[in-house]
Every structure is written in structure tokens, then in C-alpha cells.
């Protein structure tokens, strides 16, 4: 900003009109001008004005005075920025709030006794709310203070003596508030305080003063209505005990702030500014010299604040980093988790400084709690010139300029994108609207104009949606934007997909179940890209249409390319994993919720992207086994946290993975088979590691609100279902060295450290080594390892006429075989086998070695890739068996039977 070269007290009437009462004071400012005020300076400056016999209200009238007269020759001189005249003003009132109620509490009590809870027994205190920028810590250098007033418990006062007399804590409670509204706000020969606004309590006007926390609670659940969540957001205690915040703080936090993704938000915030836009057009009408209003107006102050606070009523349930009280905060935290850009963060918060800090000049001249540019071209003319413009015409294009950017902004996310009719696709069906009253007969024609390839079967669906009780309940704004939804997909499924009535189907089976949820019908209609882009996952993908039925939390997904396509960040998950575990301490089930809806996230994520075709199998797996290792880790981080008597702070306890975690080839829905092992001689290890082993496996398997995290499988742990469920590192080395079975040092081949002590999961590395290069006797290996090969072919009996591509022979479970095999069989001599690199490289490496034939290695590889592609693909559509047409793989299956016959005759 250009800095002024005019004097303070020139471009302020009230500031010339204050030093001109006290020559004296001229001396004060400049002694306080050099320095940044605050609390410990608000408190000398009372006390030298009580010692010398003032009364508290005057004398904080003249350090308010003093303060605001020394922030406007600390700003105009360019000594201070605008975050510390809001910081510093806010102080001032916080002290000035709870110095009066300390005093006035005081007097009350000498006259009435202490207010005594009923249910505790213990003294209450009054709760004075700071609301808006107050709560916020925003506040204007002119600004009223929006307050409400809460106290703990009902009851009456204690009374210590006849002279005193007996009130409800109700009464006493009014009357102190009435004594500090009065202390803060009458107008004396020292002006005032604050101005104060109780006009957000509970009610309103009509409502008591105060209220205690069980009037606060009935009310924000019975009668709270939207526009008071927002209010609600910036709710900060100024005074009160700290029991009391605390509790006040679990009544509000679930009113404001919705557990799930709550974008019912935008349009319940686009219709309170609409009211108040259409009240400041009425006042700007009869009032033309009220115009350019930089808080109310068009691109001002409150859009800016409703920018920032959409955001946090959307996500703030989910999200603890988006509860900050302030607007400079919550957008840098906007940018920093990608809902915004840096660039339009940086703009907001450019176009926020501007305003505000022209605000807070246009009420330097007369201490008036002022917003709009004065009619005075005198005044406009100084208050130009404060801002450091030469001419009120350079001010206005600035000012211009940053509304507009605000506008723009404001504009793209609370544009209204849904007037209750589907937006046209084409000149056809667009005159096609479809609604619940039509006959089975009108609904299967007008499909057929639309294009559906079998509109009788389509009709047939829509119509038992329409007809469904869940929808006939639902409230008619519900059913009239479902309606509209429905429209606006039918046009969408013909022109992206080939399945209409299959893809239909299952976008019907979504809206149904997302149909009592008005935050998921807003989210679509809110962002109707995102309808698009459903359709395209449920005709790709029957699994991906379930999973999406089953969790509808994860449409927020698919609002964004830039988060949808980001590869992942494994070691930043982890961190916000942590993050938002610490963040909910002490609450378990919310704890694996956190865990379930992070989970759901990134596979939701990694899905788009393979629909995409953006990841090869191979590498999906990769990060879906990345993914469970990081929750892994964190959940046992967390677990043992909960383990009340644990004997250390960090266990010494490691998880380690076998089956497709541990060879990396883990599929969407795959259960986690693992082990667990310890190296602690403390005598409550045993004891609190299998505790931690078991609450890790309730964890991962609990059915919570968000679902389950993963099935756990524990059977291939040391003598499997009559084992100890963990094992001592030792012990484990003594059983697979001298009492496991073969089909067990089978199943070593695919294991690795997964989570926990990294030195255990070292050692866990060289027992494995240990036992894989133990020298074998070949025909009895070869006998075992066929034994157990027709067990599971028996165990697997296919009678479908088709190719089973995991258990037919020629399949994936005798490659498999074949690379354990190989491994058991020659790593004695070659330990580069033993590496867990997977089945397609130690084929290759088998065959780079000599140990098979080099060329079909390679093309037993390629069935194997070719084979989890494939079972990926059908799994995808929701089939439990990996089924094809033997034709389709002939070759690919007869390579690896000829394979097999090579390496067992």
C-alpha cells in the first residue's frame, strides 16, 4: 500500500478533536506511537488512570480512546499493518470484557451471594461469547461487539450474611450482563467502550439475556436455524470457566459443524446473502449518497467472509484445520489443502487487506461505525488520500478493481445452478422432462426418444424408483431437485455409455440411496460436473457403483481435477492420518471413522484414476498395498495409545504382511493377511501386545458409521488358529527353522515388514532369508509342494465350461506355485531369490539364472500380468470368479502348463 503523506490528525476530525481537548495528550500518543500494544499495556494504562481516583467505566473509556487514537498515527504513519490493528483492537476488547465482568461480578456477589449450580454444587460463572470479528479476532477500530451470555448450571445464590439478597442464578446472571452492557456501551463525556449487539443470542431479541448451557443446547437443537451456524462458527468465550467452555464447546461444535460433507451450505448461504444484498440495494436506492457499502456490497467484506466460512460449514465436521475463528486463517488453510488455488487465496486475501484497511479509514474520521464511502467529495478526497491515492477517482478504480475480483469469485461458488429444471442437452431432450406422474407408457417413449436401447426395461426401473417408499416420503424440495437430477442424467447415460438401462440401473440404486441426504442432492446439483462423472465410473465399473452407493461421502472426490488426478503423496497421507487421529484422541469410534473416510478417499482417488487408464495394474497394486501399509502403521500407532498400563511408550511390535499385502498385489477389496511379532523382555509385554494385536484387528474390522477399514486374516501366524495370536521374534525363528510346513516357508516367500519396530522388521528380514536358503531335499519339496497344489485344485471345482483364471491348471495359483517352488527349491545357492520383487520379476530372474527356460519365464510372466489385468477388469464389474472363455487365454495357459511340466515332469 502507497503510504499517506498526510498527518493523522489532519485526515481525522476524531482525532484533532481528541488531542485538541488535552494538550497533554499529544505527549501520550507519541510516547505509545513507537510501540505495538497490548494486554500487559492496556493494564498500565487502567491502572495509572484508577490510581488517580477514576472510576473503571471512565477510565477505560479513556484508554479506549488512547488506544484507537495511538493505532491511527501507528497506521497512517505506516508504522503498523492492518493485522495488528485488528489483533490490537481485539485485545483491547477482550480486556476491556473481562476486566468489567471481574469487577462487576464482584458487586454482584457483595449483594446477592454466589450463584451455586444445583446439579455440581460449585460457583458459576458468567460466559461472555465474543461473535463475529470479535470472535474472529478481526475486529474494526469502530466496530460494535456482538456478544451472548451463557452460564454454566441453574440454581440461586448462596447468601453469606442478611444484608445480602437471594436471586436465581437466571436473575443474577441478566442483571450482571445488563451492567456490562452499560459499563461497555453508555455514551458519556468520554464517548464509550464498545458499542454492544446481543442481537445473536438465542431468540434474538425476544430471548432471554442469558442463558445456561442447557437452554443453549435445547435451543441450537430444536429451533437453531442456518443462518445461526454461521454465526456459530466464530463463537469464542472470552471469560468463564474452563469446564463450562468445554462443555459449550461439545453442544456447538455438531450444530455447526456436520459430520458428513455438508453441501446444503452453499444455497443456504446464497439465500442469506441474497437478503442482505437486497436490503443494501434498497438503502443504496432511497439513499444514493450510501453507495459503495465496502462490507455489504457487491464484491465487499461479507463475501469475502462467506467465501471462507462455505468452506468450513461444508468440511469443517471432517476437517479440524478448517474451524478457525478467523477469515485471514481460514483462507490461507483453504489454499494449503488445495480447495482453493494460491493464486485465489493470495487475491481474496489481497482484495481482504484493501477492504478492510479502507474501511477502517473511513471510520478514523469520526469514530463512527461506518461502511460506505461518505457523499462528502471533501471527505472522499481525505479518505482517498489516507489510502494513498492522489484523487478519489484513482481510489474508486481500485476499489473497483479488487470488488470485481471478490465478485468473480464469489460469483463461481455460490452462483445459483439449479432452478429446479435440468440443464438442456441438445434441442431433442431437452424438451423430454421426464416426472413421477407420468404413465409407465409416456416414461418408456420418452426414452426412446432420448435414445435408450432398451426403454421398456429403463422405464420399468425409473418408474420403481419414482414409486419407491424412500422416495415418496421425502420432502418435496428433496423429490423436486431429485427429479431434476434424474433429467438431467437420462441424456448423459445415452451419449457416454453402451449399457443404458445396466448403467441406469445403478445410478438409480445411488440416488436412492442418497435420497434422504439433501447435502449429497446439493453437492450434484451444486456442481452438475460431477454427474458426468458418475455415470462414467458406474458404466465403467459395477464395483465402483457399489462402492459409491456404499459411501456417497466420496462424490466431494470428484469435484476437482487437480485432487482427483494427483499421484499420491504416501509419506504426506501418513502425516495427515496422524494429524487427524491426534486431533480426535479419546474419541475411538471417530478415530475409525477418520481412518474408514481416509481410506475411502485415496482408493476412491486411485480408482478414478485406473478407470482412467492411468495406472497399470501393477502399479495399482502398488499403491493400494502403500496405502494399507501407511494405515497400518497408524493404526497400531494409535491402538497402543489406548492400551491403558503400557509398559513403554513406543512398542517394540511389528506387523508383518503376507499373501498380496506382502507381495504387493493387493486388490481393491483384498482382506490383509498378517502376523505379529514382539522383542521385549518386559513381564507386560506379552500381555499388552496381544491387547494391542487384538483392539488393532477390532480396529480394521469394526463396522462403524463409514464402514469397515479391512478384513484381517491372522491364519498363517505360528501353528495358525492354536497359536498364540503374537509371537515372540525368537520363537517365531525356532518354529519356521525346525516345526513349520512347507506350504508355510511357501507362503514366507510373499511376507515382508509391513509396520511397526523397523529393527524387528530387520530381523523378521534375516529370519526369512535364513529360512528360505535352507538347503531342501528336492523330491520331497516337489511332493509337498504338488500335495498341497491338488488340495487347493479340490478345494476350488470349477464346472462352469469356462477358464478360471486363479485356480484352473494353467492359471495364476500355478504360477505362483511354480515361483515358490523355484524359490524353496534353488535360493540355498542363488539368494537373490529371496528378494520380495514378485512373481513376474523372479520368474525372469529364474530364468536369467538358468534355473528354467529363459524365453517362456518371459511368457509365463506375460500370463501372469495378463491374468491379474484381466481378473482386475472383471472384478470391477462385481463378479466374485474370475471367469473367461478358455479361448481367450489358450495361449497364455498352455505356456504355463508347459512351464509346470518342465519344472515338476
Known amino acids: 500500500m502507497i503510504q499517506s503523506n498526510l498527518t493523522s490528525n489532519i ?391 479488487q470488488r470485481g475480483i471478490v465478485a468473480a469469485q464469489f460469483d463461481a461458488m455460490f452462483s445459483d445452478k439449479s432452478n429446479g429444471e435440468p440443464e438442456p442437452a441438445g434441442p431433442g431432450p431437452a424438451q423430454t422432462v421426464l416426472s413421477e406422474n407420468d404413465t409407465i407408457e409416456t416414461i418408456e417413449a420418452r426414452l426412446a426418444m432420448l435414445g435408450f436401447s432398451d426403454a421398456p426395461a429403463a422405464a420399468k426401473r425409473l418408474m420403481l424408483t419414482w414409486q419407491s417408499p424412500r422416495l415418496q416420503s421425502l420432502p418435496d424440495s428433496s423429490r423436486t431437485r431429485l427429479t431434476a437430477l434424474i433429467n438431467a442424467a437420462l441424456p448423459i447415460v445415452t451419449s457416454v455409455t453402451e449399457s443404458h438401462s445396466a448403467t441406469l440401473g445403478r445410478l438409480l440404486d445411488f440416488f436412492e440411496a442418497i435420497a434422504r441426504r439433501a447435502a449429497y442432492l446439493a453437492l450434484i446439483t451444486e456442481y452438475p460436473h460431477t454427474l458426468e462423472r458418475v455415470i462414467r465410473m458406474m458404466d465403467a465399473s459395477d464395483w465402483a457403483a457399489k462402492y459409491l452407493t456404499r459411501h456417497p461421502i466420496l462424490l466431494d472426490e470428484l469435484l476437482e481435477d487437480r485432487t482427483l488426478k494427483a499421484a499420491p503423496d504416501w509419506p504426506a497421507f501418513a502425516i495427515e492420518c496422524r494429524r487427524q487421529l491426534e486431533a480426535n484422541e479419546g474419541d475411538t469410534e471417530q478415530q475409525m471413522n477418520v481412518l474408514r473416510d481416509l481410506h475411502h478417499a485415496q482408493l476412491f482417488r486411485l480408482l478414478a484414476q485406473d478407470l482412467e487408464g492411468d495406472l497399470t495394474v501393477e502399479r495399482l497394486a502398488d499403491h493400494l498395498s502403500a496405502l494399507a501399509d501407511v494405515l497400518v502403521e497408524v493404526t497400531v500407532e494409535a491402538v497402543w495409545r489406548t492400551v491403558a498400563n503400557r509398559h513403554r511408550e513406543v512398542p517394540l511390535f511389528a506387523v508383518i504382511a503376507y499373501g498380496k499385502l506382502g507381495g504387493k498385489e493387493l486388490g481393491y477389496a483384498s482382506d490383509l493377511d498378517v502376523i505379529f511379532l514382539y522383542d521385549d523382555d518386559h513381564p507386560d509385554a506379552p500381555g499388552n501386545y496381544a491387547r494391542l494385536a487384538q483392539r488393532f484387528i477390532t480396529w480394521m474390522t469394526s463396522h462403524t458409521s463409514s464402514g469397515i477399514l479391512f478384513d484381517i486374516d491372522v491364519a498363517l501366524r505360528p501353528d495358525g488358529a492354536s497359536g498364540l495370536l503374537v509371537s515372540r521374534l525368537q520363537a517365531f525363528e525356532k518354529y519356521q527353522s525346525a516345526s513349520a510346513w512347507v506350504w508355510e516357508h511357501q507362503a514366507l516367500t510373499r511376507a515382508r515388514f509391513c509396520a511397526g519396530d523397523v529393527t524387528i522388521g530387520s530381523r523378521f528380514e534375516e529370519v526369512r532369508e535364513k529360512v528360505l536358503q535352507q538347503p531342501r531335499d528336492e523330491k520331497k519339496l516337489r511332493d509337498e509342494v504338488l500335495a498341497m497344489r491338488r488340495k487347493l485344485h479340490t478345494a476350488h471345482p470349477n464346472r462352469s465350461g469356462r477358464f478360471d483364471l486363479k485356480h484352473d491348471a494353467g492359471g495364476m495359483i500355478d504360477i505362483e506355485f511354480m515361483v515358490q517352488y523355484l524359490v524353496l527349491r534353488h535360493a540355498s545357492g542363488h539368494p537373490r531369490l529371496t528378494a520380495d520383487i514378485g512373481n513376474i520379476a523372479l520368474l525372469k530372474l529364474c530364468g536369467e539364472l538358468g534355473l528354467i527356460d529363459a524365453s517362456l519365464a518371459g511368457s509365463v510372466a506375460d500370463a501372469y500380468r495378463k491374468y491379474r489385468k484381466m481378473q482386475h477388469q472383471i472384478r470391477l464389474q462385481g463378479e466374485d470368479r474370475a471367469r473367461v472363455d478358455g479361448a481367450r487365454v489358450a495361449k497364455e495357459s498352455a505356456d504355463v502348463i508347459a512351464l509346470w511340466k518342465s519344472i515338476f515332469g
Open 11 to 401: 485526515a481525522s476530525r476524531f482525532y484533532a478533536r481528541w488531542l485538541a481537548a488535552d494538550p497533554a495528550r499529544a505527549d501520550m500518543v507519541a510516547g505509545l506511537a513507537g510501540l505495538s500494544m497490548s494486554t500487559p499495556e492496556f493494564a498500565r494504562l487502567l491502572q495509572t488512570e484508577t490510581a488517580a481516583g477514576m472510576p473503571l467505566p471512565r477510565a477505560m473509556r479513556r484508554v479506549r480512546n488512547l488506544v484507537i487514537t495511538t493505532l491511527i498515527e501507528r497506521e497512517l504513519s505506516g508504522r503498523a499493518e492492518l493485522a495488528e490493528v485488528l489483533d490490537t483492537i481485539s485485545a483491547f476488547a477482550e480486556f476491556a470484557v473481562q476486566t468489567h465482568v471481574a469487577a462487576l461480578t464482584a458487586e454482584m456477589i457483595d449483594t446477592y451471594g454466589t450463584p451455586i449450580g444445583n446439579e455440581s454444587g460449585e460457583p458459576q460463572e458468567l460466559m461472555v461469547l465474543g461473535m463475529g470479528k470479535l470472535g474472529g479476532g478481526e475486529l474494526n477500530v469502530s466496530s460494535d461487539i456482538d456478544l451472548i451470555f451463557v452460564y454454566g448450571e441453574d440454581g440461586d445464590t448462596r447468601i453469606g450474611s442478611p444484608e445480602q439478597r437471594q436471586l436465581s442464578n437466571h436473575e443474577f446472571f441478566i442483571r450482571l450482563g445488563k451492567k456490562l452492557i452499560g459499563a461497555l456501551s453508555e455514551i458519556t463525556e468520554d464517548g464509550f467502550t464498545f458499542r454492544v449487539d446481543m442481537a445473536l443470542r438465542p431468540n434474538g431479541a425476544s430471548g432471554p439475556l442469558a442463558a445456561s448451557l442447557g437452554m443453549v443446547e435445547e435451543y441450537l437443537i430444536v429451533q437453531g436455524r442456518e443462518w445461526e451456524r454461521y454465526a456459530w462458527v466464530k463463537a469464542r468465550a472470552i471469560t468463564g470457566k474452563p469446564s463450562d467452555i468445554a462443555a459449550l464447546e461439545q453442544i456447538v461444535r455438531p450444530f455447526v459443524y456436520r459430520r458428513y460433507l455438508d453441501f446444503g451450505a452453499i444455497d443456504a448461504m446464497r439465500n442469506m446473502h441474497a437478503q442482505i444484498r437486497a436490503e443494501v440495494i434498497r438503502q443504496e436506492t432511497r439513499h444514493p449518497e450510501r453507495s459503495h457499502n465496502v462490507k455489504l456490497g457487491r464484491g465487499g467484506i461479507r463475501e469475502i467472509e462467506f467465501l471462507a466460512q462455505v468452506f468450513q460449514l461444508i468440511r469443517g465436521g471432517r476437517d479440524a484445520d478448517l474451524r478457525d475463528r478467523s477469515t485471514r486463517v481460514t483462507l490461507r488453510t483453504l489454499a494449503e489443502k488445495n480447495l482453493l488455488t494460491v493464486v485465489e487465496v493470495d487475491q481474496l486475501i489481497d482484495a481482504y487487506t484493501f477492504l478492510r484497511n479502507l474501511e477502517h479509514r473511513l471510520q478514523y474520521l469520526d469514530d463512527a461505525q461506518t461502511h460506505t464511502l461518505p457523499a462528502n467529495p471533501e471527505d472522499r478526497l481525505t479518505v482517498a488520500k489516507m489510502m494513498g491515492f492522489a484523487d478519489t477517482e484513482s481510489l474508486l478504480q481500485e476499489l473497483g478493481r
